[in-house]
């Protein structure tokens, strides 16, 4: 793809193939602890709360920093500071965890990843330019679905075989490999987003509008999310979504586990389906030439489909044959979010708008997971599916009206 002539890029893309894929390792161990201490979705949730809610918290200071510090050089110190604390989960992973510590350790790692993500989503624009922007912001998820697609499978075979210790420090031993390849990434070769700051092309007639009214978010970045129609319309889908619908974590592990009696290699294999589905639905999203928020509507639609269809699969094997179809929906939507984000901004506003859009697809998962937590624990999995497609299809009418072609 055409991302990938640019060695950086490359460097980049396969930091975060490896990172991506450690979290797996990670992030099933602890659920699979707390659902065996406890059995309780709710107490599940918990990790999720303390693992994104550092994220809401500290979204808008990150996005601040990455608009006056080299994201390279942020990726590379969250790097090492992340495999730190990940090895210190070792002590509180046990048998009978004490689930309030495990909380602040997790909370702790998330408070680092919330710089992280930032710098993740911003330096993309450094590592092409304003030419390969649209197409690789897209392409950068498809790092998600691929970890996604051998990382749930792979840990839940070293969870019964190894144990949840193990998976631990396979993650730290990751993030290690990450500091590593992020640091082959040549700082002379990165496009300076200032310098191309005024000449780079706005897509679909979205502008960033200044002037002296323009002060939201400590900057003249502000003007571009209190006027633009089509800006706001994507941030407040974005919230939506991740409230209701991208808590696949929590919902996928649990209703494979609680509703249908699956075991750790039937977690790994819903996720592990579900991924081989995104990673074709990222590509399909690379592929559009022009990406704007009207490009959400064949999103959004998509994704709704796709969560009823998985909503509506009776049996476990049948929710394992759905999950690829899911998995493409998925990894459309969010090339599509995230390359349509990118381009709504002026490249010196990139850091401050990527802040915004994570504390929206991050930031707001410690509350969905509360919600659909206490929806499975009343219900079940199959419920907290369903209600995830209705607000997917209440966000394709939003986009729908609110991205009408002006009448003549």
Known sequence: MGPFRYPNFSWYFAGQVLSNTGVWFQNLALQLVVLGATGSAQALS???IAQFLPIFLLGIPAGRLLDRVAPRTVLLVTSLASAVVTASLVFVVTRDPDLWLLYAMVGLLGSVQAFERVAAQTIIFELVGPDGLSKAASVS??????ARSVGPALAGLAFQG???SACILINAAAYLLVFASRLRIRPDELHRRSAQAQRRPRGDGVKAPAGPGAKALGG???GIFRRSRDVNTLLVVNVVISLL????????????NLSYGGDASAVGAVHTLNAVGAV?????AARRPRVSVRSMIAATSVFGAALALNAAAPTLMLFLAVAPVLGIAVGYYQGIVNAAAQESVRPQFIGRMMSL???GSYGMVPFGALLMGWVIDASSGRVALAVSAVSAFICLVVVLVRTRPAAE
């Open 280 to 284: 074709l639905g990222g590509i399909l």
């Open 141 to 146: 998820t498809i790092s998600l679905a691929a």
């Open 357 to 359: 859009m994570t504390m």
């Open 46 to 48: 918990g990790i999720t």
């Open 162 to 164: 190894l144990g949840p």
């Open 245 to 256: 619908a991208m808590n696949f974590g929590l919902v996928l592990t649990s209703t494979v």
């Open 220 to 222: 003249p970045a502000s």
